[in-house]
C-alpha cells in the first residue's frame, strides 16, 4: 500500500452542463431528483452502487465506490445546460416520451426551473434539425466566448464550486481532423475564420477546456478528440473522456465478444441491426450523421478479435451495423443480432440476440457516473485522456500510438485499478498470493 493522490474533497456543488436537452439528458436529470426525494434507486450506476474489492480475497474489504473515492453528493449536483429548443428539461423530457407521467408530475417543478441557455448551432453539422434557441456571433470565436459566458453566468448564479462538461447533443456528421485541428494556435485561428471543420460541438468543447472544465463527449462526433485541444487540455488541467456511450447492442457485443474469444470460437459474421424511433433516430437517419455512428460501432470487434493476431479465427469476419428510424417504437430500441461462428473442425453455428432495450434508460446513469468520475478526476489532479473511463464508452479515446481497449471486462479491471492505485490499494492483477500458497 501506497499513500495514493492527494485529491481535494468534494466540498460545495458540482454542475453539470448538458450540451443538448433532449432524451438521454432530461432522463438524466429526471433521475437525479427521482433519486434524489427517494422515488428510485440509481439502478445502472457503477459509481452509486459498485463496489470495490480490496486487498486479497479473504479480507472482506469490498466498500462501496462512493465510500472509497470521494464523489460529489447527489444532493450537491445542479443541472444546466443548451438546447437549439426553448423548452424547459420538464417539457422536453414529455416530448421525448421516456419516463411516464406519474414521475415527471412529481418533479414538474425542479424540472421546468432548468431552461436551456442558447445554443451553439449550424445545420450544416446536423441536417435533420433546426430550433429557434441559436446564439448569432460575429464569427466561431465570438460563440466560443458566449459559451464561457454562459459558463461563469451558471457557476456564479448557482453558486458552483465546480463544473463539468457532457455533449449530450445530436450526433453530427462524419468529419475527420482537419488542418485547423493540429495545434491550438491553427484552432484558434480557425474559430476567428469561423473555419467549417470546426463544428459545433466543438466550439463547446474548446469553451469548457479553456476553462479547465472537464468534458466528455457521449456522441460519437469528432469534438475534443484533436491535437489543439488535447495541448489546451495540457494548458488548463483539463480531463477528457468519450466517446458515444456504450449502452445498448455494443454493450452485449464487447460482453459476447471477449466470450467468444477467449474459448478461441471463430466469428464470420456479425449482422447487427436497430430499430429505433426518437429523434436521436431521426437524426441517424441522415447519411451523414448515421456514418459517424456506423465508424463508432463498427470498431469495437476489429479490436476485441485482433484478426492480425487470430487470422484462422477473425480475419474475414463480415461486420454488418444498420439503424433504422421506426418512429413507433420511439425510445425503445430494438436491436437484433446474428453472429455466424465456427467451432471444432469450422462446424458453423450461430448466436441470435435480441435486445429489447430503452435507450435513454440505458445511457443516463453512464452520464451520471462519466460526469461524477471526471469531476473525481479533476480533483485528482488527472488532466488530458482519461483512458480508465474507456468503461463507458463505444469509441474510448486512447493516447497516441496505442489502441482502444472495448473489451468490458478489462475495461472494468482498468476503471477500479485507478480508483485503487488513487487510494494507495494494491492493484488487483488475479495473481494474487491466495491461488499459491
Ligand atoms: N441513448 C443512447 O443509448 C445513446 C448511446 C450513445 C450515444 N448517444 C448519443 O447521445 C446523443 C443524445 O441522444 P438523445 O437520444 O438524447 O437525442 P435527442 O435528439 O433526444 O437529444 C439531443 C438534443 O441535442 C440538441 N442539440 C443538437 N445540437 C445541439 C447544439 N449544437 N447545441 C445544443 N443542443 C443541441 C437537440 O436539439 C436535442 O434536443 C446523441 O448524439 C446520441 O447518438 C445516445
Same mark, same amino acid.
Given at each position: 500500500?501506497?499513500?495514493?493522490?492527494?485529491?481535494?474533497?468534494?466540498?460545495?456543488?458540482?454542475?453539470?452542463?448538458?450540451?443538448?436537452?433532449?432524451?438521454?439528458? &432530461?432522463? &438524466?436529470?429526471?433521475?437525479?431528483?427521482?433519486?434524489?426525494?427517494?422515488?428510485?434507486?440509481?439502478?445502472?450506476?457503477?459509481?452509486?452502487?459498485? &463496489?470495490?474489492?480490496?486487498?486479497?480475497?479473504?479480507?472482506?474489504?469490498?466498500?462501496?465506490?462512493? *465510500?472509497?473515492?470521494?464523489?460529489?453528493?447527489?444532493?450537491?449536483? #445542479?443541472?444546466?445546460? =443548451?438546447?437549439?429548443?426553448?423548452?424547459?428539461?420538464?417539457?422536453?423530457?414529455?416530448?421525448?416520451? #421516456?419516463? *411516464?407521467?406519474?414521475? !415527471?408530475?412529481?418533479?414538474?417543478?425542479?424540472?421546468?426551473?432548468?431552461?436551456?441557455?442558447?445554443?451553439?448551432?449550424?445545420?450544416?453539422?446536423?441536417?435533420?434539425?433546426?430550433?429557434?434557441?441559436?446564439?448569432?456571433?460575429?464569427?466561431?470565436?465570438?460563440?466560443?466566448?458566449?459559451?464561457?459566458?454562459?459558463?461563469?453566468?451558471?457557476?456564479?448564479?448557482?453558486?458552483?464550486?465546480?463544473?463539468?462538461?457532457?455533449?449530450?447533443?445530436?450526433?453530427?456528421?462524419?468529419?475527420?481532423?482537419?488542418?485547423?485541428?493540429?495545434?491550438?494556435?491553427?484552432?484558434?485561428?480557425?474559430?476567428?475564420?469561423?473555419?467549417?471543420?470546426?463544428?459545433?460541438?466543438?466550439?463547446?468543447?474548446?469553451?469548457?477546456?479553456?476553462?479547465?472544465?472537464?468534458?466528455?463527449?457521449?456522441?460519437?462526433?469528432?469534438?475534443?478528440?484533436?491535437?489543439?485541444?488535447?495541448?489546451?487540455?495540457?494548458?488548463?488541467?483539463?480531463?477528457?473522456?468519450?466517446?458515444?456511450?456504450?449502452?445498448?447492442?455494443?454493450?452485449?457485443?464487447?460482453?459476447?465478444?471477449?466470450?467468444?474469444?477467449?474459448?478461441?470460437?471463430?466469428?464470420?459474421? =456479425?449482422?447487427?441491426?436497430?430499430?429505433?424511433?426518437?429523434?436521436?433516430?431521426?437524426?441517424?437517419?441522415?447519411?451523414?450523421?448515421?456514418?459517424?455512428?456506423?465508424?463508432?460501432?463498427?470498431?469495437?470487434?476489429?479490436?476485441?478479435?485482433?484478426?492480425?493476431?487470430?487470422?484462422?479465427?477473425?480475419? $474475414?469476419?463480415?461486420?454488418?451495423?444498420?439503424?433504422?428510424?421506426?418512429?413507433?417504437?420511439?425510445?425503445?430500441?430494438?436491436?437484433? $443480432?446474428?453472429? $455466424?461462428?465456427?467451432? =471444432?473442425?469450422?462446424?458453423?453455428?450461430?448466436?441470435?440476440?435480441?435486445?429489447?432495450?430503452?435507450?435513454?434508460? !440505458?445511457?443516463?446513469?453512464?452520464? !451520471?457516473? #462519466?460526469?461524477?468520475?471526471?469531476?473525481?478526476?479533476?480533483?485528482?489532479?488527472?488532466?488530458?485522456?482519461?483512458?480508465?473511463?474507456?468503461?463507458?464508452?463505444?469509441?474510448?479515446?486512447?493516447?497516441?500510438?496505442?489502441?482502444?481497449?472495448?473489451?468490458?471486462?478489462?475495461?472494468?479491471?482498468?476503471?477500479?485499478?485507478?480508483?485503487?492505485?488513487?487510494?494507495?490499494?494494491?492493484?488487483?492483477?488475479?495473481?494474487?498470493?491466495?491461488?499459491?500458497?
Amino acid at each position: 500500500m501506497t499513500n495514493g493522490i492527494d485529491i481535494a474533497p468534494a466540498k460545495g456543488k458540482l454542475g453539470v452542463l448538458l450540451v443538448g436537452l433532449g432524451a438521454v439528458a &432530461t432522463t &438524466t436529470i429526471a433521475g437525479v431528483m427521482a433519486i434524489r426525494k427517494g422515488l428510485a434507486k440509481p439502478i445502472g450506476s457503477l459509481a452509486e452502487m459498485g &463496489t470495490i474489492r480490496l486487498g486479497k480475497r479473504t479480507d472482506n474489504r469490498s466498500p462501496k465506490i462512493r *465510500e472509497f473515492v470521494p464523489l460529489a453528493e447527489l444532493n450537491d449536483i #445542479v443541472f444546466g445546460g =443548451w438546447d437549439i429548443f426553448e423548452d424547459n428539461v420538464y417539457e422536453s423530457a414529455k416530448h421525448a416520451g #421516456v419516463l *411516464e407521467d406519474k414521475l !415527471l408530475d412529481q418533479l414538474k417543478d425542479e424540472m421546468s426551473a432548468i431552461k436551456p441557455m442558447s445554443a451553439v448551432f449550424d445545420r450544416h453539422y446536423v441536417k435533420r434539425l433546426d430550433g429557434p434557441n441559436v446564439k448569432k456571433g460575429k464569427n466561431k470565436k465570438d460563440l466560443a466566448d458566449q459559451l464561457i459566458a454562459d459558463i461563469r453566468n451558471f457557476k456564479k448564479a448557482n453558486k458552483c464550486d465546480r463544473l463539468v462538461m457532457v455533449w449530450t447533443g445530436s450526433t453530427e456528421i462524419y468529419m475527420t481532423p482537419a488542418a485547423c485541428h493540429q495545434s491550438l494556435a491553427a484552432f484558434e485561428k480557425g474559430l476567428e475564420a469561423s473555419d467549417p471543420a470546426i463544428a459545433s460541438s466543438q466550439i463547446y468543447a474548446y469553451a469548457a477546456i479553456k476553462e479547465g472544465i472537464p468534458h466528455a463527449n457521449a456522441a460519437p462526433n469528432l469534438s475534443a478528440d484533436i491535437p489543439a485541444l488535447f495541448e489546451l487540455a495540457q494548458q488548463t488541467g483539463t480531463p477528457l473522456a468519450g466517446s458515444d456511450m456504450k449502452t445498448g447492442q455494443t454493450l452485449i457485443k464487447t460482453v459476447i465478444a471477449p466470450g467468444l474469444k477467449a474459448r478461441m470460437l471463430g466469428v464470420a459474421g =456479425w449482422y447487427s441491426t436497430n430499430i429505433l424511433g426518437n429523434r436521436d433516430g431521426e437524426v441517424l437517419d441522415d447519411p451523414e450523421s448515421f456514418k459517424t455512428k456506423e465508424e463508432s460501432k463498427k470498431s469495437a470487434l476489429d479490436y476485441i478479435f485482433q484478426p492480425h493476431i487470430y487470422p484462422d479465427l477473425y480475419k $474475414d469476419i463480415s461486420h454488418v451495423v444498420r439503424i433504422n428510424y421506426y418512429p413507433p417504437r420511439g425510445d425503445n430500441k430494438e436491436g437484433w $443480432d446474428n453472429i $455466424d461462428i465456427f467451432g =471444432w473442425l469450422n462446424y458453423p453455428m450461430q448466436l441470435k440476440i435480441n435486445f429489447l432495450c430503452r435507450d435513454s434508460i !440505458l445511457a443516463a446513469p453512464i452520464v !451520471l457516473d #462519466v460526469a461524477l468520475f471526471m469531476d473525481l478526476a479533476k480533483r485528482a489532479g488527472y488532466k488530458g485522456i482519461q483512458e480508465w473511463l474507456s468503461f463507458y464508452f463505444k469509441n474510448p479515446m486512447h493516447a497516441e500510438g496505442l489502441y482502444p481497449e472495448h473489451d468490458l471486462f478489462i475495461q472494468l479491471m482498468k476503471l477500479k485499478n485507478n480508483l485503487r492505485h488513487m487510494r494507495g490499494e494494491e492493484l488487483i492483477t488475479h495473481l494474487g498470493r491466495e491461488y499459491y500458497d
